[in-house]
C-alpha cells in the first residue's frame, strides 16, 4: 500500500533545523557561537580533508542528505528537563514520532562529586542510515523529586502538586501524536503542524521581549498587562524554596509552563579551538570536559575519545514572579546557555573500564591497536591488498589481517553521553545557591524507578554498547561474505 507519510528521519531533520532557527531567535550568544564554530570546521575541513575519520561524514553518507551539506555542522543535540513520570512518557511518544528512542541512563543523583537530583536518557536515531540523514538527539532529564538529599516531604509534595496536571504539548500537538500511533504515520500536512507546535512548545515563552520588559520596568503591580498580554508569571515562593533547597534546576523544571530547551549544541572538528576563539566573549565554564584526547603517534593528530562537551554559563533572562500577596514583580532566571561538543570514538566496556581505572596513557594511540586490543568500537572493510585475496576469510584471522593491512579499521562516532560531563555541563544554569551533597548520603534506587516508566509503558530503553557492536558486525559479515569463492 503507498502512504504519503513524512519519513522519521525527514521530520527529524526538520525539527532540528526549525528548533535551531527558534533558538537563534531566542538566546543572540547562540547565533555567534554557530557562525564560530562553522568557521573553525570549515578552517578544518580544508586543513583536514584526508583524515577526517568519522565513518558518518563520508562522501556516500553526503549523497544521501543534501549535496555539499557536511554532517558535523549541521549536527545539533539538545537537552530539555521534565518534572514527572507522566511528562517523561509524553515527551517519549512525541520523538518516537521523529524516530527517536531511548539509548542509556545516566544517574546524576549517584555522582562521586556534586550528585544532582537527576537521571536522564537520551533520544536519538538507532540506526545508520537515519544518523547519516539526521543525527539529532535530545538529551532529557526527569527531576527526582524523591530524593531525600535534595527535598524534604513537604517541598517535594507541594512541588508534585504544583505540576500534577501540566503538560508539555497543547491539546492538538498531542492528538496529532496520538493520530500518528493510530495510523503509523503522518501526512506531511500533519507533520508539519506538529513539528511547528512542539518547537513552540520548546520556548522559553516565559522570557519577556525587550519590549515588555521596559514596560515592567516603569510600573510597579503590573497584573493588569499580565491578563492583557497573556503573560506567565513564576510562583515567587515555590521557585525560591526550590532554589535554596533542590538547586536552580529543580525551580527550572518545576516553576515554568512547560519545559523548555535549555541548550543547544552544535558538534565541531576541533574543540580546542573553538574554546579559545569563545573564551574571549562568552563567560565559559571552567574547561573541556570528557577524556583527553590521545595523541597518534603515526600522524601526531589527536584521536578523541568518546566525547569531549564545553559551555557557556547562560545569562540570566528578565522574567515576571507572582509575589505570595499576588503582585507581579520583575525578576530574572539563568537561562538558557549554548554548548559544543567534539565526537570521538565509541569505545568497547573494555575501553570505558581501561579509561576510568587506568587513565588515557594507558591506551594505544592508533586506531589499528585500539582495534585489536577491542577497546573501541570500528567498522572494518578490505583494502585494495585485501581485495586482491582469493579465498575465505575467517572471523578468528580478522586481527593477523589488520596487521598485514589487508584490513583497514574505520572509527565509529559515538552517539551518546557521558554522566559526570552532564552534571558539568547543568552546571551552565546554576548560580552559587546549588545545595552541595555529602558524598557518603545515601540515596533512594532512582535508576531503577526510572528503567520502570518506561517499562511500564512497554517501551525498552535501548543500550548503546549493543548498537555499536551491531555495526561493527555489520562491517566484518561483509568480509567474510565478500571473499567466498
Ligand atoms: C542537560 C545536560 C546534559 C550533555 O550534553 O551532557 C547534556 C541539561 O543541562 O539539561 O546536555
Ligand atoms: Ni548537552
Request: charged fraction near 30%; glycine fraction near 4%.
Amino acid at each position: 500500500m503507498m502512504t504519503n507519510f513524512m519519513s522519521p528521519d525527514d521530520a527529524r531533520a526538520l525539527f532540528a533545523y526549525k528548533l535551531s532557527k527558534m533558538y537563534e531567535q531566542a538566546d543572540p550568544q547562540y547565533k555567534k557561537m554557530i557562525s564560530v564554530v562553522r568557521d573553525v570546521n570549515e578552517k578544518y575541513m580544508k586543513t583536514h580533508s584526508d583524515s577526517i575519520t568519522d565513518t558518518l561524514d563520508s562522501p556516500l553518507s553526503r549523497q544521501l542528505r543534501s549535496e555539499n551539506d557536511d554532517r558535523v555542522t549541521q549536527e545539533r543535540h539538545g537537552a530539555i528537563r521534565v518534572a514527572t513520570p507522566s511528562e517523561l512518557i509524553e515527551v517519549t511518544d512525541f520523538f518516537k514520532v521523529l524516530g527517536m528512542f531511548p539509548v542509556n541512563v545516566y544517574d546524576l543523583t549517584s555522582l562521586k562529586k556534586d550528585p544532582l537530583p537527576i537521571v536522564g536518557t537520551a533520544f536519538r536515531s538507532i540506526t545508520k542510515k537515519g544518523l547519516i540523514k539526521a543525527p539529532f538527539r535530545m538529551f532529557t532529564s526527569l527531576l527526582q523529586l524523591d530524593d531525600e538529599r535534595f527535598f524534604n516531604k513537604e517541598l517535594r509534595e507541594k512541588a508534585k502538586t504544583y505540576v500534577k496536571e501540566r503538560h508539555i504539548f497543547g491539546k492538538n500537538t498531542r492528538s496529532l501524536i496520538e493520530k500518528h500511533k493510530n495510523k503509523g504515520g503522518l501526512s506531511k500536512k500533519d507533520m508539519n503542524i506538529l513539528i511547528e507546535e512542539s518547537v513552540e512548545s520548546f520556548r522559553l515563552t516565559e522570557q519577556l521581549s525587550e519590549e515588555l520588559l521596559k514596560k515592567f520596568k516603569y510600573l510597579h503591580d503590573e497584573s493588569n498587562i499580565i491578563s492583557k498580554e497573556k503573560l506567565y508569571s513564576i510562583d515567587e515562593e515555590l521557585y525560591t524554596e526550590l532554589l535554596k533547597n533542590g538547586s536552580d534546576i529543580a525551580a527550572d523544571i518545576i516553576c515554568f509552563k512547560g519545559t523548555h530547551i535549555n541548550h543547544l549544541t552544535p558538534r565541531t572538528y576541533d574543540i580546542d579551538e573553538v574554546y579559545n576563539r569563545l573564551n574571549q566573549e562568552f563567560q565559559m565554564i571552567e574547561k573541556i570536559q570528557g577524556p583527553k584526547p590521545l595523541i597518534n603517534n603515526e600522524t601526531g593528530e589527536n584521536i578523541v575519545l568518546q566525547l569531549r562537551q564545553t559551555s557557556y554559563k547562560a545569562i540570566p533572562i528578565p522574567i515576571l514572579f507572582q509575589t505570595k500577596e499576588g503582585k507581579i514583580k520583575l525578576g530574572s532566571h539563568r537561562n538558557p546557555f549554548g554548548e559544543i561538543e567534539q565526537r570521538g570514538i565509541a569505545l568497547t566496556e573494555k575501553g570505558v573500564l581501561l579509561l576510568i581505572n587506568n587513565g588515557i596513557r594507558a591506551f594505544p594511540t592508533t586506531h589499528k591497536e585500539i582495534a585489536l586490543q577491542q577497546l573501541g568500537y570500528y567498522e572494518y572493510s578490505l583494502t585494495d591488498k585485501g581485495k586482491q585475496l582469493d579465498k575465505k576469510l575467517l572471523p578468528s584471522e580478522l586481527d593477523e589481517l589488520i596487521r598485514q593491512n589487508y584490513v583497514q579499521v574505520h572509527p565509529i562516532t559515538y552517539e551518546d553521553f557521558l554522566a559526570v560531563s552532564a552534571a558539568e555541563i547543568f552546571k551552565s544554569n546554576l548560580s552559587d545557591n546549588i545545595n552541595k551533597i555529602e558524598k557518603q548520603q545515601k540515596c533512594n534506587n532512582h535508576v531503577q524507578k526510572f528503567i520502570k516508566i518506561f517499562e511500564n509503558n512497554g517501551i525498552p530503553i535501548i543500550n548503546s554498547y549493543t548498537l555499536y557492536q551491531t555495526q561493527q558486525a555489520q562491517s566484518t559479515e561483509k568480509i567474510y561474505k565478500l571473499n567466498i569463492t
